[in-house]
């Protein structure tokens, strides 16, 4: 789960991270006048409130030095679509702009705690070079990033931030508070459960004081049931029908092709969206029904496939293990009759009891095609696609 820029700066700010004077956000012109009272004396700087970053150079970040301009400016980016390099192409509509007090900026550092598979814990990259593209300052220049791992259980030791604090060049001055600074955006990461907590910039101000000006914090979504805080919170990211799947517990994830996918088991999903690519295929999703999806998920399962305007093939592929594929087969047909299927529709069963599963598909002669492996099923799939006009 990704949190907006004022949930994440709510948190810091409940840390001890500083961050800048906020009016908080608004949704409505009308709300700006009380939010540049709250935020200060100006300048301030308007944020659009969406998740993807790179909004300034999308016009998703505005200065403004009177509330004139604050004015023209809320106006202009409340309703507008943003798309940047971090939404795949799609337009993501400002419903909320945030309002802070402007910072005067002498340095820009880069921070993040994220999770470093290979070693399995949390690492703090940095670096002195904060407010660049830092996937491109990787590649170009890896000498600029900084790395210190964490130990999950302790979190960041204090002669590590006061390393990195000396690496980084921060001011003698702000040392110890870069330090408690620092502390405190691991003990973020760890009590969120997070996968990525980010801070681009940093800065050091005009006086030399530190303050956070952006955050982003992503969180593990299987971590939920721990997180109170954030369970409760809108899904800004799932689409409607991604929501749907969520209240029935399937588990589906919209994509860009025209092959709808049923398949039980994660891995299994993943194989199969492998090989309708490879058979010159493109999946519409990746749905897994679980391993004991009931005739009412298979159901859901298919009216949320069928909801999808791009999919011109429906492919089933089915692993009968602890549930037999006889039984997988009855909850195929009545999921078939319930649903009026609109395109065509192959079915791949493997498994314990695989011979009674096609005999009852066979014998229910509703209008599927069988197939006799994963690889034929794809091929017949990817074909039967094509056949269908848009």
């Known amino acids: 789960m990704k949190l907006l820029e004022h949930e994440a700066k709510d948190i810091f700010r409940r840390r001890g991270i500083p961050v800048p004077r906020t009016g908080g956000v608004l949704t409505k012109p009308a709300q700006l006048p009380a939010a540049l009272r709250r935020a200060g004396k100006g300048p301030w700087v308007l944020k659009a409130q969406v998740l993807a970053g790179g909004r300034g150079k999308a016009g998703g970040v505005k200065v403004v030095k ?17 798309a940047t390099h971090q ?23 880069y921070l993040s705690v994220v999770l470093d598979r290979r070693e399995a814990r949390p690492v703090v990259i940095a670096s002195a070079e904060g407010g660049m593209q830092i996937e491109e300052l990787a590649r170009s220049r890896p000498d600029a990033i900084l790395k210190e791992p964490v130990d999950p259980s302790r979190g960041l030791e204090a002669f590590q931030a006061r390393r990195l604090a000396f690496r980084l060049g921060i001011p003698s001055a702000e040392v110890g508070s870069f330090v408690k600074l620092l502390r405190a955006l691991v ?37 939920l049931f721990r997180q109170e805080e954030l369970a409760g919170r809108r899904d800004l990211e799932s689409s409607p029908l991604e929501k749907q799947a969520q209240k029935v517990g399937i588990n589906y994830i919209s994509l860009d ?25 493109r999946p519409a999703n990746f749905l897994d029904v679980g391993g ?8 859901a399962a298919f009216r949320i496939l069928l909801q999808d305007p791009k999919v011109r093939a429906v492919l089933v592929n089915i692993f009968g293990g602890i549930m037999r594929c006889d039984v997988i087969a009855e909850g195929v047909i009545a999921a078939a ?12 069963l493997e498994g314990t009891n695989v011979r009674e ?18 690889w034929d099923a794809a091929q017949k799939a990817v074909a039967a696609a094509k056949e269908v006009r848009p």
Request: glycine share 10%; proline share 3%; with cysteine.
């Open 357 to 374: 599963g096609k005999k009852l598909l066979h014998d229910s002669r509703l209008p599927m095609t069988q197939a006799d492996s994963l």
């Open 87 to 109: 939404t795949h192409g799609a337009a993501l509509v400002v419903r909320e702009v945030l309002v802070d007090q402007a910072s005067k900026i002498a340095r820009e550092i």
């Open 292 to 299: 004991g999806a009931t005739a009412e998920q298979v159901t």
């Open 66 to 82: 009177t509330p004139a301009e604050a004015r023209l400016a809320a106006k202009a980016m409340l309703g507008m679509k943003i």
């Open 257 to 281: 092709g025209d092959i709808g996918c049923m398949v039980n088991g994660a891995g299994l999903a993943m194989g199969t969206m492998d090989i309708i690519a490879l058979a010159g295929g």
């Open 187 to 223: 003990r973020v990461f760890i009590d969120y459960d997070a996968s990525l907590v980010e801070v681009n910039p940093l800065i050091v101000d005009a006086s030399g004081k530190l303050c956070a000006i952006d955050g982003k914090i992503v969180t593990d979504d299987n971590a």
């Open 337 to 348: 009759k319930r649903v009026k299927m609109k395109v065509p529709l192959i079915v791949r």
